[in-house]
T-cell receptor, first 113, second 114 residues
Framework: DVKVTQSSRYLVKRTGEKVFLECVQDMDHENMFWYRQDPGLGLRLIYFSYDVKMKEKGDIPEGYSVSREKKERFSLILESASTNQTSMYLC????????????FGQGTRLTVV | AQSVAQPEDQVNVAEGNPLTVKCTYSVSGNPYLFWYVQYPNRGLQFLLKYITGDNLVKGSYGFEAEFNKSQTSFHLKKPSALVSDSALYFCAVSRYSSASKIIFGSGTRLSIRP
């Protein structure tokens, strides 16, 4: 069974903290994605990676960075957490190609206080 | 720019009745369209996709979707709704640049009443 695993389901952090969200996939997928989900806004792409050490900005990259040192792992970093980054964060992976579906992790609900 | 729109925030249907969740898209070139479902406190699950060929695509859990090029729509349908179909549904389009990026609509909450 295919699997995308996010390290935490729920996370509470303080304003100004550096926050790491980890994601691991076991499907040998080239593409990995970080999305943010907010009510009424759907899923918005933060960053995606199409290979190890390769990344591209999505639609809302400000305040975030990513790291992909190994093919199976994709990390999202909040350099200095702010309350407007309180959200549900979803990691996904897929094979290369425009017609391939994405597989999602269970999500991390991050609250910044 | 490529985009996808879901015009209804919520759809309410009685159990046993047919259901439709609407999606329209705007892309240049051939569209690659997807439907995903999200159950409470879960990640998204893939339901079905349109790549090319038959305009009626069948997917998981008895769902199907109809691709209409002239209306640029990709509506999700099911002949007979179940209470367990209640969830959040997302339409998505694949946007091609240096690698595939999947762009999602805002989501439609489907509520099936017994």
């Amino acid at each position: 069974d295919v699997k995308v695993t996010q390290s935490s389901r729920y996370l509470v952090k303080r304003t100004g903290e550096k926050v790491f969200l980890e994601c691991v996939q076991d499907m040998d997928h080239e593409n990995m994605f970080w999305y943010r989900q907010d009510p009424g806004l759907g899923l918005r792409l933060i960053y995606f990676s199409y290979d190890v050490k390769m990344k591209e900005k999505g639609d809302i990259p400000e305040g975030y960075s990513v790291s992909r040192e190994k093919k199976e792992r994709f990390s999202l970093i909040l350099e200095s957490a702010s309350t407007n980054q309180t959200s549900m964060y979803l990691c996904a992976s897929s094979l290369v190609g425009v017609n391939t579906e994405a597989f999602f992790g269970q999500g991390t609900r991050l609250t910044v206080v | 720019a490529q985009s996808v729109a879901q015009p209804e925030d919520q759809v309410n249907v009685a159990e046993g009745n047919p259901l439709t969740v609407k999606c329209t898209y705007s892309v240049s070139g051939n569209p690659y369209l997807f439907w995903y479902v999200q159950y409470p406190n879960r990640g998204l699950q893939f339901l079905l996709k349109y790549i090319t060929g038959d305009n009626l695509v069948k997917g998981s859990y008895g769902f199907e979707a109809e691709f209409n090029k002239s209306q640029t729509s990709f509506h999700l349908k099911k002949p007979s709704a179940l209470v367990s179909d209640s969830a959040l549904y997302f339409c998505a389009v694949s946007r091609y640049s240096s690698a595939s990026k999947i762009i999602f609509g805002s989501g439609t909450r489907l509520s099936i009443r017994p």
